[in-house]
């Protein structure tokens, strides 16, 4: 056996972001794809991509092996979840079965946690907008989201959705937010039992009588069409391991603080049942032969019984 | 129009309308985006209703707001860090009631006189610095005591290493190890593929490579110095054998008896005897005793079960013609 540390304190350093925290870091994202593409489907994984620059990793290499849905082909993605230290995933890939298909996933302790796979249609690319470029999102600002559609509570595979693409572009989870920095809005709309429409939009606040400013959106960013085509939800107890949170202070049971007697607590002591209790056959009284053989019996007695 | 019965998640700064239904999807796609973004609109400016309504601080880059906590529960990434398990040495601390002292960066060293670091290099009342020892009656003669203090510091050094494995043992049982520390004596680098771990050598492969290595030196590892378990190297000697160059008149015994074995080979091999009266012999014999020792087994331990009519399949005598 033996012990093997970074040698570097930079090493050491980057081991320890990597260390499971009580407060985590921001979810990373890896964007990959299989080995058909298709021209559509590589503008969405590029704008994706753009839209997370700063906790996303692309790789540009075609995976053969990765087949989410099946038991076999999701030990590549566990693999480089592992590597790059990413917990969300974008797959996308193309056939004639599934055309422009996108498969969402986010893994717990870098193994699958649940999927959903999409089909992307009627896209149209961040060039095809025209705005004014002053109103461009800045990269890393935290966005506003907007859900329409009752279908959001009431289908299971788009609640799923809601929950995956809640997760996917929230970004950093912030205590003080800088109310300059909110430019961004992504707004999921619900068409039918199984589409939504997802438009990307930029803020514009315009001045209004009071301290709060009047909204204004201004479509910029990529828009899609998802169509939900398959999902795996997670297994019950990882589900329950992963909403986890960190134990809030137990409380202490029967400790009361007196200020003039300190720190009390009661002590509760059972009914003693003098009538029933055995006599010891100890007997200090009698003479040390008799007490001895008293001793015996009752030891033999035990034995016999135990037998 | 709704009025605000917008689900708000401030902390996620999020909006949901669970009222909202399409009764017919717009036709074309302007309008859909149009109708959207009114509706998006809507409940933008909800949510900014809450958010600017919130007590704000002014840092130097605008008001800065205190979010609240999310409502929406989202995974983690990774599982809760499991509490590590006391050390040994924390756990004799803790029953003595050892307090840790803090202690210096820089203490006075006696010899140099000046304020020498705690640890690291050139530090303070290192063991090593003492120039002279003065020699106490318990000491032996030709012990050297310099090398006993040293000898003395590598143990105690391995016994704080091996004391330090196994407290990470223990906290890796409990599933605590600290994230920078891996424990295993075949874990992969900490940085690399499955490539980079060399693969063990087998015991025939090492063997067969010793004895190569040795057959290259110039004695052809006659001579080398055999490691305790190491095995003589087979096929010792020589390899081809020579006839004597002189033994008696003519053409000696041995070159003609190497002579009638080359041409016996040679003129086997041409004739036409179909019969080889040696191997033919010595067929029989074997096939003889086989027979007589199946008789014995059978006599003696005469079970009542079928035996199965074994069939060899070794190949007869009958040669081939040429």
């Keep these: 056996m033996q012990i093997r540390a970074p040698k570097t304190k930079r090493a050491k350093r ?294 | 129009m709704e009025g605000s019965s917008y689900q708000i998640d401030l902390g996620n700064l999020m909006a949901y309308d669970p009222n909202h239904h399409f009764q017919s999807i717009p036709s074309s796609r302007g309008e859909l985006a149009n109708h959207c973004l009114e509706k998006g609109t809507e409940m933008v400016q909800a949510i900014a209703n809450s958010l600017f309504s919130l007590p704000s601080t002014e840092s130097r880059d605008g008001p800065v707001v205190k979010l609240p906590l999310p409502t929406t529960k989202l995974p983690r990434e990774k599982h809760l860090p499991k509490p590590k398990p006391p050390t040994k040495w924390e756990e004799f601390a803790k029953m003595k009631g050892i307090k840790k002292r803090k202690k210096n960066k820089r203490v006075w060293d006696e010899q140099t006189s000046s304020w020498k670091r705690t640890h690291g290099y050139d530090r303070a009342n290192d063991d090593r610095d003492i120039p002279i020892l003065d020699a106490k009656s318990t000491d032996e003669v030709g012990v050297d005591p310099f090398a006993k203090r040293s000898a003395e510091k590598k143990e105690r050094v391995k016994k704080q290493e091996k004391n330090r494995l196994e407290n990470l043992k223990k906290a890796a049982k409990a599933g605590a190890l600290p994230s920078h520390i891996q424990l295993a004596a075949t874990a992969l680098p900490i940085t690399g593929t499955k490539k980079d771990v060399p693969k063990k050598a087998s015991k025939d492969e090492l063997e067969s490579v010793a004895g190569m290595a040795a057959t290259s030196t110039a004695s052809g590892g006659k001579f080398d110095k055999k490691l305790p378990g190491e095995k003589p190297p087979k096929h010792s000697g020589k390899h081809r054998k020579f006839l004597p160059v002189v033994e008696g008149k003519g053409i000696g015994s041995k070159e003609k008896q190497q002579t009638e074995k080359i041409l016996n080979q040679l003129l086997s091999k041409s004739s036409h005897e179909i019969l080889d009266v040696n191997k033919a012999v010595t067929m029989f014999n074997v096939k003889k005793e086989k027979q007589r020792k199946k008789d014995k087994d059978a006599n003696p331990g005469k079970s009542g079960k079928l035996k199965p009519n074994k069939k060899s399949f070794k190949k007869t005598s009958t040669k081939k013609k040429p």
């Design chain 1, 14 to 307: 980057e081991l320890d972001k990597r260390a499971p925290k009580l407060v985590e870091n921001v979810k990373k994202t890896l964007i990959l794809h299989g080995t058909k593409t298709s021209a559509v489907l590589n503008s969405v994984l590029t704008e994706l991509y753009h839209l997370k620059r700063d906790n996303a990793v692309k790789f540009s290499k075609k995976n053969e092996n990765i087949k989410p849905f099946e038991t076999g082909g999701e030990t590549s993605l566990e693999f480089f979840s592992h590597k790059t230290d990413c917990s969300l995933f974008a797959f996308g890939s193309h056939s004639k079965k599934r055309p422009n298909n996108l498969v969402l996933g986010r893994t717990y302790d870098h193994h699958i946690y649940d999927l959903v796979e999409v089909g992307v249609e009627n896209f149209k690319s961040i060039e095809s907008f025209e705005y004014d470029k002053k109103l461009a999102p800045k990269i890393g600002s935290k966005p506003l989201f907007a859900f329409i559609g009752e279908e959001f509570e009431s289908v299971d595979e788009l609640k799923h959705l809601k929950e995956v693409l809640l997760d996917f572009f929230r970004g950093e989870v912030v205590e003080n937010l800088n109310l300059t920095g909110v430019d961004r809005v992504f707004v999921c709309t619900a068409l039918s039992s199984k589409t939504i429409l997802l438009m990307h939009c930029a803020l514009r606040l315009k001045k209004s009588g009071t301290s709060i400013p009047r909204m204004e959106l201004v479509e910029v960013g990529p828009s899609m069409n998802l169509v939900v085509r398959r999902h795996r939800l997670p297994s019950e107890s990882l589900l329950k391991e992963a909403m986890k949170t960190p134990d809030h202070a137990k409380k202490i049971k029967n400790v009361t603080s007196d200020v003039i007697k300190g720190k009390t607590g009661r002590i509760y002591i059972p009914d003693q049942k003098v009538g029933d209790m055995p006599l010891s056959n100890n007997i200090k009284g009698l003479k040390r032969e008799r007490r001895e053989a008293k001793q015996n019996k009752e030891s033999k007695k035990r034995k016999t019984e135990s037998e």
